[in-house]
């Protein structure tokens, strides 16, 4: 039995999750604070998005020192009690490993605009093409061109990202000793899990040719050389203790490269997380348009990734939200008259499913996306690029705030909501990003009081726990053609589990299989109503039967 899959991992955003000394900023001692409430939760895992020493311009993704506690944070003595009161409550540590890129400020960096050649070949440094232009025509994806001219010289480095983060040349085994020593360095600390920042895009090729038809995606994401570079690293590091947990983030990837990258015996990684479930709102592919839910679309990707990810072996992360996305509650449902409802329903249909699922602070008591109103309660880069280059597009002021108010990071980067005390608990200093309006209502204090999201998490929690049915089961589509249902079953051995959710307001029914009516209801959002060979799912009714 393979224990990573009886887990539940959370994520915590540090900046935003618990500020102990009132600077507005969460900290770490904010997080040992609150271990005990995730330890109630029954998680078992805890993916800490990074707190290592940056100038935050992409909030803690630009690295100036991957072996350091940024001080924002607190100290390298605070992380150690960290991990060791962690596993006190029972619960590990992954960490953020951000390896395609590193700031500007980074000592390597720093040394290579100084003149070093052996840091210089750390980076992706071209020469612009004879007639002048851009070494090639790539597009950064946070806005504009990704390069960048370097120092004083006549090069350009590489930044896929912000321009203040320059991408590392993986070519270099020098640069992958130096991030393998990165992983064992944190090992020797205990940490048992690893998440690897956008890591399909670390294969560069020597020659760096212009896209034809795009923004240069295809000619560096998910190269062949992957597979051999996370290999090597897989036997160097962290392959090398059979209990660490690994995911790569997938950039723009495909199921048949998430398959390769995640099945066991290829010791690449234990998982993989994929976003194409993530951009169903997003007209012509283009996100920062205003798009409504395409829900047909969301059940293909889920069936087909659910599938083919079962049938061959590979495994998923899964989850609705995390740092990068708006609340999935706010964005796919009703998050005013059913929020509740809708809080279960997300839930069950990726708790019960085949892989691990990741919860998102704050997803537990059903926060949702702020509704901020004006440019000025946003920090987060992309957001503010995206805003210059709708100016640019002639949109009005309105329009563009409301495709923010949609699409920005920061809707789900909002402070965690605690109590309902001034900053919802977060902190007694002025938060970092303003707490969502909606605190007094939607809050830790209140949710443990009386609410049920949280108590419905704790159960699915359990349930991956005790029934090898959800945590080793395979995946099979149900009901594929119904327009308002996303349904599964899973098995294992003689067992049996159907998973129905609604994901709309209308009250729809759906058949039920005949061994199914019988069943036991293992889990549900509504009480348990009569089966029959039809049965009628309420406004975003979740409900799954065991046999
Ligand atoms: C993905 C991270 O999740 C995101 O927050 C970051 O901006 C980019 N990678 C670049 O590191």
């Not at 224990?3 to 540090?14: A, E, L």
């Not at 900023?25 to 029954?42: A, F, M, S």
């Not at 926060?367 to 109103?373: A, G, H, L, Q």
Request: some cysteine.
């Amino acid at each position: 039995m393979t224990d990573f899959k009886k887990k539940v991992i959370y994520q915590i955003y540090p900046k935003s999750f618990k500020d102990s000394d009132g600077d507005g900023v969460g900290d770490i001692q904010g997080i040992i604070e609150k271990l005990p409430y995730l330890q109630k939760l029954g998680i078992e895992m805890i993916w800490f998005n990074p707190f290592y020493p940056s100038p935050q311009n992409d909030n803690g993704y630009d690295i100036s020192d991957y072996c350091q506690i940024d001080p924002l944070f607190g100290t390298m003595t605070d992380f150690e009690r960290l991990i060791s009161e962690m596993e006190k409550f029972g619960i590990e540590m992954m960490l953020d490993m951000v390896f395609n890129h590193t700031s500007t400020k980074h000592v390597w960096f720093q040394r290579a605009l100084a003149g070093e050649k052996k840091y210089q070949k750390y980076y992706i440094l071209r020469p612009a093409k004879a007639n002048g232009d851009l070494p090639t025509n790539w597009v950064s994806k946070f806005g504009g061109h990704a390069w960048q001219k370097f120092g004083e010289t006549d090069l350009y480095y590489l930044h896929l990202y912000d321009v203040t983060q320059a991408d590392l040349d993986w070519r270099n085994p020098d640069v992958r000793q130096e991030l393998y020593r990165v992983i064992n360095f944190w090992r020797n600390k205990g940490v048992k899990g690893f998440r690897f920042d956008v890591i399909n895009v670390i294969g560069k090729a020597e020659e760096l040719l212009d896209d034809p038809t795009g923004d240069g995606k295809k000619m560096y994401t998910d190269q062949p050389i992957i597979h051999e570079y996370l290999q090597e690293m897989n036997r160097q590091t962290f392959g090398q203790d059979a209990r660490i947990i690994t995911v790569g983030e997938m950039s723009a990837t495909t199921v048949e490269n998430c398959i390769l990258y995640s099945q066991t015996e290829r010791k690449e990684l234990t998982m993989t997380f994929n976003f194409h479930h993530l951009k169903v709102d997003y007209p012509n592919g283009e996100k920062w348009q205003e798009g409504t839910f395409d829900f047909e679309q969301l059940k293909d990707l889920l069936h087909g990734w659910g599938q083919r990810m079962s049938a061959e072996g590979g495994w998923n992360a899964l989850f609705w939200n995390n740092h990068d996305q708006p609340r999935a509650l706010t964005r796919f449902l009703d998050d005013k008259n059913y929020r509740v409802e809708g809080a279960k329903l997300l839930a069950a249909a990726i708790h019960l499913s085949r892989g691990t699922p990741y919860i998102y602070q704050g997803e537990e008591i059903g926060m949702t996306d702020p509704k901020f109103d004006k440019l000025a309660d946003y920090r987060d880069i992309e957001t503010l690029n995206a805003y210059k280059k709708l100016q640019l597009m002639g949109y009005s002021e309105a329009k563009i705030m409301r495709i923010i108010q949609a699409k920005s990071r920061d809707n789900s980067r909002t402070p965690m909501q605690w109590s309902d005390e001034p900053s919802a608990g977060f902190s007694t200093g002025e938060p970092w990003l303003p707490v969502a309006e909606n605190y007094q209502k939607i809050n830790v204090e209140t949710e443990l009081d009386h609410g049920s999201i949280f108590s419905f998490y704790q159960r699915l929690i359990q349930l991956r726990k005790n029934h090898l049915v959800i945590s080793e089961g395979s995946y099979t589509a149900y009901a594929t053609e119904h327009p308002q249902i996303y349904g599964y079953i899973r098995s294992f051995k003689k067992q049996r589990l159907l998973v129905l959710n609604n994901f709309f307001e209308k009250a729809e029914p759906v058949p039920l299989p005949a061994e199914f009516i019988s069943g036991k209801l293992l889990v549900g959002n509504y009480p348990e109503a009569e089966r029959k060979a039809m049965i009628t799912l309420r406004p975003y009714e979740t409900l799954a039967i065991l046999i």
